[in-house]
């Protein structure tokens, strides 16, 4: 089957899939392979197949907010702060061409209808969410963008606070899946070189209104999670919406190069979709700043680091990265951005990158998480090549016991990548003389790891005995 026809299959819950595909269409203005070696046995190994590593990445470390508020006009960022309470949340008015009455007019599709029919407002958003989740089903997520906003609406009126925070929960839930899907639609269909396949399921090639759609379902979501009273559940809620924002800017890079075969290089991408991924991840950063907790703050931080390096989108990952306060978490971030520079080609950036992790662990406080970050460090430099770099990290470490192990992680991956003679070279050169014994047993027990998975390799070929 033609990779064009796939889609994505979410729940219709229980309403069924007869919303009418024949109703008019809504229109609006809108890294290399992984190293062998063995890893330092002090933290994880980033992406190092034989990795020993122990220890675990830093965990999310308490801190002090950013001090920042919400920037919205007329909505009260956080509980306590005063201020006007938000414009209650309209329905777009979008005006289907040959009609002049509002939303859907004279071709409302008879599912919105009939849940427009229901008299409990809290009932009636449960409808509307689920019409809108099954418009992803169908391919149609321009009839549940309505259908979302319609819902946001009502489910603000659930008298019941417990209801109301999952019904509010709910609705931005499935507004984060319709913005995703709008710019899966925008990826799927630049993919499509000119004269390419016809496609075998319906979708909207205005490129402009998919992407207007999406930023008006990310902002709602985002605005209406204020409305949630409980602190955890509207704190976690953010940081799904900044991810999501994170994500759907990346699948606007990296999926129409997966579909034909290349590397992700925004560049390339028309204008109007660059400069909305670029805007996208923007706006991702100052929703992550309004997060009240640090954790989910720092947490958002890194999944736009993350999302944004792994499109190439380096210049927005360091912005990401660099506003987060808390060194531990900063220095993952950061990590993050080394690696797929160093996947992308970009070793000079890499290089700089890589300094950073260096000074931001050099700022944690406590000995423990210090020297557990070392290992993660290190064990990033070995897994993609970069042995002088993990050598000279090891004076990070405060515990004299750690260096030595990290040394011989470095002698046995360079023996596994066959690089004896410039591993001979430092051992010689530069660890003390009680230490080189144990680098050279290390760099042959690479040696003979390397020939013995090339043994297994030639053994396994076709016509063998």
């Known amino acids: 089957m033609n990779h064009f026809s796939t889609r994505r299959t979410l729940p219709a819950l229980g309403l069924g899939l007869t919303i009418l595909l024949s109703s008019t269409p809504l229109t609006v203005a809108q890294g290399p392979a992984?190293?062998?070696?063995?890893?330092?046995?002090?933290?994880?190994?980033?992406?190092?197949a034989g990795s020993t590593g122990t220890g675990t990445e830093s965990g999310a470390g308490l801190g002090t907010t950013s001090g920042t508020a919400r920037s919205v006009p007329g909505v009260d960022p956080l509980p306590g702060r005063g201020g006007p309470r938000p414009e209650p949340l309209l329905v777009p008015r979008v005006v289907i061409p040959g009609t002049v009455e509002g939303v859907?007019?004279?071709?409302?599709?008879?599912?919105?209808?009939?849940?427009?029919?229901?008299?409990?407002?809290?009932?009636?958003?449960?409808?509307?969410?689920?019409?809108?989740?099954?418009?992803?089903?169908?391919?149609?997520?321009?009839?549940?963008?309505?259908?979302?906003?319609?819902?946001?609406?009502?489910?603000?009126?659930?008298?019941?606070?417990?209801?109301?925070?999952?019904?509010?929960?709910?609705?931005?839930?499935?507004?984060?899946?319709?913005?995703?899907e709008h710019m899966r639609e925008v990826a799927i269909f630049q993919s499509i070189p000119e004269g390419g396949p016809v496609l075998s399921a319906p979708i909207n090639t205005d490129?402009?209104?998919?992407?207007?759609?999406?930023?008006?379902?990310?902002?709602?979501?985002?605005?209406?999670?204020?409305?949630?009273?409980n602190r955890s559940a509207r704190t976690e809620t953010l940081y799904r919406v900044v991810e999501s924002e994170s994500l759907g800017s990346s699948s606007l890079v990296r999926e129409p190069f997966r579909m034909t075969g290349g590397?992700?290089?925004?560049?390339?991408?028309p204008p109007i979709t660059r400069e909305f991924s670029d805007e996208l991840l923007a706006t991702a950063i100052r929703h992550a700043l309004t997060i009240e907790r640090p954790i989910w703050r720092d947490r958002a931080?890194?999944?736009?680091?993350?999302?944004?390096?792994?499109?190439?989108?380096?210049?927005?990952a360091i912005e990401s990265a660099r506003a987060?306060?808390?060194?531990?978490?900063?220095?993952?971030?950061?990590?993050?951005?080394?690696?797929?520079?160093?996947?992308?080609?970009?070793?000079?950036?890499?290089?700089?990158s890589y300094a950073e992790v260096a000074s931001a662990i050099s700022e944690v406080p406590?000995?423990?998480?210090?020297?557990?970050?070392?290992?993660?460090?290190?064990d990033s430099l070995i897994a993609f090549g970069r042995f002088e770099d993990a050598r000279a990290s090891t004076v990070l470490y405060s515990n004299p016991a750690?260096?030595?192990?990290a040394l011989s992680a470095v002698a046995e991956s360079q023996g596994r990548r066959n690089l004896a003679i410039s591993a001979r070279k430092w051992i010689d050169a530069e660890p003390s003389p009680d230490l080189r014994s144990l680098l050279y047993r290390k760099l042959n027990d690479g040696l003979l790891a390397a020939i013995e998975q090339r043994r297994s390799a030639e053994l396994s070929r076709p016509g063998n005995p």
């Open 263 to 269: 590397r992700p290089d925004p560049a390339k991408l």
């Open 366 to 378: 406590n000995t423990d998480p210090r020297e557990t970050l070392v290992g993660v460090l290190i």
């Open 402 to 405: 750690n260096p030595p192990i």
């Open 324 to 352: 987060i306060p808390q060194p531990e978490i900063r220095a993952d971030a950061l990590l993050k951005i080394a690696e797929n520079q160093v996947i992308f080609g970009r070793q000079n950036d890499a290089t700089r």
């Open 301 to 316: 931080l890194v999944a736009i680091g993350s999302n944004a390096a792994s499109s190439a989108q380096f210049t927005r």
């Open 207 to 229: 490129r402009k209104s998919n992407l207007e759609r999406g930023r008006q379902e990310w902002q709602l979501a985002y605005e209406l999670s204020f409305e949630v009273k």
């Open 104 to 180: 859907f007019g004279k071709d409302e599709p008879p599912l919105v209808r009939e849940a427009m029919a229901i008299s409990d407002p809290g009932e009636r958003s449960l409808a509307l969410v689920r019409i809108a989740r099954t418009s992803i089903f169908l391919s149609r997520p321009d009839l549940g963008h309505f259908a979302i906003f319609q819902a946001a609406k009502d489910s603000t009126l659930e008298p019941i606070a417990t209801l109301r925070d999952q019904r509010l929960v709910n609705v931005i839930l499935a507004a984060l899946n319709l913005a995703e």
């Open 34 to 48: 992984s190293g062998s070696g063995t890893g330092t046995g002090t933290g994880r190994s980033a992406g190092s």
